[in-house]
């Protein structure tokens, strides 16, 4: 292949651009349409400039910049950034002309993924297995002799830049690619002459060739055996043409998980990738060894002939192709039946070991979609052809890039990827025009559906990972597939295909439901052996006994009262148990055969499928190592006797396969032909019990006690394994785990790990309202940062004399030796941190300058750098403690039963709180993690004089439409410590009010002022009146009040009150449900209100600001609130409610004119921009909805 080289840095790095044809290859045709739009989006289609500039740049980000040697906006990955006082530079390396440019920040974009679908342009080059070598002279013995090096001789460099520009054509033999960088054997023309560079370097006594393991062939040997580059003979470790040189950003867009937790079904989508990715040299016949490396078992409800091969699967010819120049092998043993199936548009179920794996059903659905005539029917409508159903918005977003991957090769079908919160505003504005495949979830789409009429023209619906979206989502599946249903009964479908696809790794019976009641005829196939006895009603029963029993148990299962012959066979794991097992039943009169290795197994064969008269059992005792090669399937009954491992189990299961249930045929007609399996519980069976237990709760079989008590024990010293591990990040965020067997954290408390660190003692032995400083964003509610003093804050004078100390450029010593868990500097951007080392990568440790994984000790962050930028720390910087804490938001939690945040929430609070304090109440700690509730922006307004809250965190999650309330969290927290003491929830929730600017700065958050509703609050009577959700002992009470002997003996609340006003009235809200026993007083100046509500006691005592009409205000009682309205003496505005300020009185802002909503999602939080009049109660939503505490 032809090659032009861009950029030399030496024989080991250089970069060149390739010609002609081959899998790496893209004409330059493309490359210039590519640079064409781009400049086109980013000079002049795009107007607003900020929503394609990014956020943040940071080394090895993928961007776009301006080039102004090229004139043109180009792909480029950032190296470096340097800051200035008003901007920052960045280096950057071109991707497509190998260039280090410099840009100015106002010349960065983000870039969009369609202009990402190219391969770099410039490809990373090195000399095949040449390496280089130095003189290296030894001045004691007098000698000099050639060696290894790690680096190449500056004139090995020039001699191989020489040779270079002295060539009139150069070619390149690619023989492996490795970490991004291509191998090549680079072939010139000197003067009519071919010249092997490797060779000439190795010859010049530059360079050596470096020989294969095992191999002692020259590089000429070597080059004799290749062929021309094709894609048919690329050797080891050729990497997918669509992912070679493309960002990580693009090739797994896969968001970090909370620091640990549970698997996700991106696993699948890898896997796919990695079979697209494999070497075809590998498996020269791809299609048996698929078929071979999956357990060979399919149950399947109706016959098909599998496509074993890519050349005779059933899809359309650019696809093929396509697959091919991928080195994509063939479809494995589950696609090879599923292919074939959905291709014919059946309705189609399958359940598999890789169902979560979206490679099942995307080819065949594709070529379905390229037949455009079988859509004639439904042109004259709109909506999508298909609709892909994914249980969470992460696997949706996977499937969305697997079928971007391959729309190229396909017709222009426009796949969306919708994932909508619960701000209606956002669904109504999705534009569906010309989108023919949507992927999404079922609560997006009955969001989407609200708005948009989806099921017009809609043929194909595709489940996938079905079981977790009837676990999840049962009710809006089934609700959708009702709509389908009705949708496509109409006779204008008659000659349109329509088919649902459901596609899973487990059965269960919603999974039959869908079956009979929403496709016709299914295809239903099932690789999995324990799901296809779940699918074939196989009957399970466990039966306790203790180990010295067995024999007497087994007899007594041994009832033959059936009239049909009973074919039972009894499964045992050593050949003296089966010999014992058939002395025992000889001994009992019981016939029997036995099989192990040792047995004639034709004989026995011949036996078992004998024809017997009605009633006569046939019972085989047989070892697990002869079931195989028996090959029995029309087994009745499977017994048990040794306790089986979770594979051997299925295995065991195999011989009942004729007589499982089919569930599309009535099951009165096969009653009698019921599969029974016997598990026999003794003491021993304790090292496959769980698997067995999980499969049995899967199965929805009886389990008895026994089991239960046996296995408990189990899971608990399975929990006690992992208590060195860190506590499950999804139980500190959330407050649950879903799956504690699969999590490999800790789920208990270990008091030595969870001593609270880094968290100052008088914040532990007085909590309340502190700062904080979130300096790493993990999620939208989980945290790094600081606790910052506000009287002497520590850190920040170290900050200051690290930075006075390494100003001298004496100090800056570079460490020589790294230690892992020691502590040094690093200056990263203008700024020094200290820093720990975590860990030392072992397979560079040998280099002069090595890859080391550091943590950042006062921000909680971590990264990987070289060990040469390591600085030296003096002792006395390293005596203050880390500074680093984790803060959790308590009470939110993403919607639709997510276990991670969408990346769009996490962004959104990054953008808004990295870096800045806030004011929050720390409400529970453990080791390093602070759960805090509330957490709030606090803006002083210094020329009013006051504090005004600008935002509260938990709101502004709310407020985005992808988070709901939470009101489990801080309970399954005190559930979690059990006897640990945990910060009363109530405590939690103080009203977050506008202070004057006279009172301490430090009391803006005033630990007095405590609501359970999440509003901000007008100021009220007395700065000391106390109003927890306690006794109100300041609350003036009314001389009937005084009267009244049950006010003495209950707890007496103050209520939440809103009121909003027009030019006559004053609407005032108090916020009690369930009302009883009330009395609502009026006087020309004063409101008096009270009442019961289940066993608390409210009194209100409003002195109004103005005077009212007392005898035409009313009271209403209402469900879940009681409205008053006040006549107003004189009409006009009010600029306040009451004369003195209350923290549980606010304005109503749903009612409120002036409000401007600042949050960027449609239902933000809002704030206030009030005249001076009003300026005295100014105050700010703080959240969208609360609750109230009960005491």
Not at 119 to 148: F, G, M, N, Q, S
Not at 478 to 506: C, M, N, Q, R
Not at 830 to 854: A, D, G, M, T
Not at 951 to 976: A, C, F, W
């Amino acid at each position: 292949m032809e090659v032009f080289v861009l950029k030399i840095e030496d024989p080991g790095c250089f970069w060149v651009t390739m010609k002609g044809c081959g899998p790496f290859v893209v004409d330059e045709v493309a490359y210039k349409k590519l640079n064409d739009e781009m400049n086109q989006f980013y000079d002049k289609s795009y107007k607003d400039v900020d929503e394609v500039k990014p956020v943040t740049v940071e080394e090895g980000q993928v961007c776009v910049v301006f080039s102004e040697e090229l004139k043109c906006w180009c792909r480029a990955v950032i190296k470096s950034v340097m800051y200035c006082t008003d901007q920052y530079q960045a280096e950057c390396f071109l991707v497509d002309y190998a260039k280090y440019i410099f840009v100015k920040s106002k010349d960065i974009r983000v870039p969009l993924e369609a202009f990402m679908q190219l391969p770099y342009r410039a490809k990373k080059c090195r000399l095949y297995r040449t390496r280089p070598v130095t003189l290296r002279i030894d001045l004691c013995e007098e000698t000099a002799k050639i060696v290894p090096a790690k680096r190449w001789d500056s004139a090995a460099t020039w001699y191989f830049q020489n040779l270079l520009k002295a060539t009139t054509h150069m070619k390149a033999k690619l023989c492996a690619v490795e970490d991004n960088t291509f191998d090549v054997f680079l072939y010139v023309m000197i003067k009519d002459e071919k010249v092997c560079v490797n060779d000439d370097l190795v010859s010049k006594n530059f360079a050596r060739f470096e020989e294969a393991e095992g191999s002692t062939r020259s590089s000429t040997d070597y080059q004799e055996n290749q062929t021309s580059l094709n894609a048919e003979s690329l050797p080891v470790k050729i990497v997918s043409p669509t992912l070679a040189f493309r960002p990580v950003l693009f090739q797994e867009k896969i968001p970090t998980d909370l620091g640990t937790g549970l698997a996700v079904s991106s696993s699948s989508v890898e896997g796919t990738r990695q079979r697209l990715s494999a070497d075809p040299h590998e498996n020269s016949a791809p299609s048996s060894q698929n078929l071979s490396e999956e357990r060979n078992f399919i149950f399947l409800s109706n016959k098909i002939e599998p496509s074993s091969s890519l050349e005779t699967a059933p899809l359309f010819h650019e696809l093929k192709k396509e697959l091919a120049r991928k080195k994509f092998l063939g479809p494995n043993f589950t696609e090879s039946y599923c292919w074939p199936s959905v291709a014919r548009g059946c309705d189609v179920v399958a359940v598999s070991y890789q169902g979560n794996d979206p490679f099942i059903y995307i080819p065949p659905l594709l070529t379905l979609l390229q037949l455009e005539s079988c859509y004639k029917a439904l042109t004259n409508k709109s909506g999508p052809l298909a609709l892909i159903l994914c249980p969470g918005w992460k696997k949706a977003q996977l499937v969305f890039e697997l079928l971007k991957t391959y729309e190229r090769c396909c017709r222009q079908f426009h796949p969306m990827l919708i994932i909508l919160g619960q701000n209606k505003a956002a669904a109504s504005s999705v534009k569906i025009q010309g989108c023919e495949v949507i992927v999404t979830t079922p609560y997006s789409f009955l969001r989407l559906f609200e708005h948009h009429n989806l099921f017009c023209r809609l043929c194909h619906l595709v489940l996938d990972e079905m079981e977790v979206l009837f676990s999840d989502a049962a009710e809006q599946v089934f609700t959708i597939l009702d709509y389908y249903k009705k949708a496509t009964v109409s006779e204008e479908w008659e000659y349109s295909p329509h088919h649902i696809i459901g596609v899973g790794t487990h059965w269960n019976k919603h999974i039959a439901h869908l079956t009979k009641e929403f496709m016709n005829d299914p295809y239903i196939m099932i690789t999995a052996m324990e799901e296809a006895s779940i699918y074939g009603n196989v009957q399970q029963v466990v039966q306790p006994c203790v180990n010295s029993e067995r024999i007497a148990v087994l007899l007594k299962i041994l009832d033959f009262t059936h009239s049909n012959p009973q074919k039972v066979l009894v499964f045992t794991n050593s050949v003296n148990e089966a010999d014992v097992i058939h002395e025992a039943l000889k001994s009992n009169s019981i016939f029997s055969l036995k099989i192990h290795k040792e047995s004639n197994s034709k004989c026995i064969l011949e036996q078992w499928t004998k024809k017997y008269s009605s009633g006569t059992p046939v019972l085989l005792v047989s070892t697990d190592d002869c079931m195989q090669s028996l090959g029995i399937t029309d087994a009745t009954c499977v017994i048990h006797f040794s306790f089986p491992s979770p594979r051997i189990f299925g295995q065991r299961l195999h011989s009942m396969s004729d007589n499982f249930c089919n569930v599309s045929k009535s099951l009165m007609d096969q009653e009698h032909t019921k599969a029974r399996s016997v598990i026999l519980l003794t003491e021993n069976s304790d090292c496959h019990a769980l698997g067995i237990l999980r499969f049995l709760q899967h199965a929805e079989a009886e389990i008895p006690p026994e089991l239960h008590d046996f296995t408990a024990k189990m899971l608990e010293a399975e929990e006690d394994k992992k208590f060195s591990r860190p506590l499950c990040a999804y139980l500190k965020t959330f407050g649950i785990c879903k799956n504690r067997a699969a999590c490999p954290d800790r789920h208990q408390i270990n008091m030595q790990m969870d001593i609270p660190q880094n968290i100052p003692d008088k914040i532990l032995q007085a909590p309340g309202y502190v700062t904080i400083l979130p300096l790493h964003i993990v999620s939208a509610t989980n945290y790094f940062g600081r606790i910052v003093d506000k009287q002497k804050d520590q850190y920040t004078i170290l900050a200051e004399e690290i930075k006075e100390y390494f100003k001298n450029p004496s100090n800056k010593i570079s460490v020589k030796k790294v230690k892992a868990l020691a502590f040094y500097g690093l200056y990263e951007k203008r700024l020094f941190h200290r820093v720990q080392v975590v860990e030392i990568y072992p397979k560079e440790e040998e280099n002069l300058f090595f890859s080391v994984k550091i943590k950042y000790i006062d921000e909680g962050r971590t990264n990987q750098v070289q060990s040469c930028q390591l600085l030296h720390l003096p002792a006395r910087f390293q005596c203050l403690p880390p500074q680093a804490v984790e803060f959790i938001v308590c009470r939110v939690k993403p919607i639709d039963k997510e276990i991670e945040w969408n990346p769009e929430v996490t962004h959104y609070i990054h953008h808004k709180i990295k870096g800045k304090p806030h004011e929050a109440k720390i409400v529970h700690t453990l080791g390093n993690t602070a759960w805090v509730d509330q957490m709030v922006r606090v803006t002083r307004l210094s020329e009013l004089k006051i504090t005004a809250n600008e935002y509260n965190v938990r709101s502004e999650i709310l407020s985005t439409g992808l988070g709901i309330d939470n009101p489990e969290h801080i309970m399954q927290l005190q559930k979690l410590c059990g006897h640990l003491k945990v910060l009363d929830h109530t405590e939690s929730l103080e009203s977050l009010s506008i202070k004057e600017d006279t009172a301490d700065p430090e009391n803006v958050f005033n630990a007095q002022s405590v609501s359970t509703q999440e509003n901000s609050t007008e100021n009220c009577n007395s700065s000391n009146i106390t109003f927890r959700t306690h006794p109100c002992d300041g609350v003036p009470q009314t001389k009937e009040a005084e009267e009244d002997t049950t006010f003495h003996h209950q707890q007496c609340f103050h209520p939440q009150i809103k009121w909003f006003q027009n030019e006559e009235t004053v609407t005032v809200k108090v916020e009690i449900a369930s009302v009883a026993d009330h009395k609502c007083e009026f006087s020309k100046e004063k409101v008096v209100f009270s009442a019961c509500s289940g066993d608390k006691f409210y009194l209100a005592d409003m002195e109004l600001h103005q005077y009212i009409l007392a005898e035409k205000s009313t009271c209403v009682i209402k469900d879940k609130e009681v409205v008053i309205i006040l006549v107003k003496e004189q009409k006009g505005s009010w600029c306040k409610l009451l004369k003195n300020k209350n923290n549980h009185v606010s304005l109503d802002f749903e009612h409120w004119e002036d409000c401007e909503d600042d949050s960027p999602f449609p239902a933000g939080t809002k704030k206030l921009y009030c005249t001076g009049a009003v300026s005295e109660d100014l105050v700010d939503s703080s959240e969208v909805s609360g609750t109230e505490s009960d005491d």
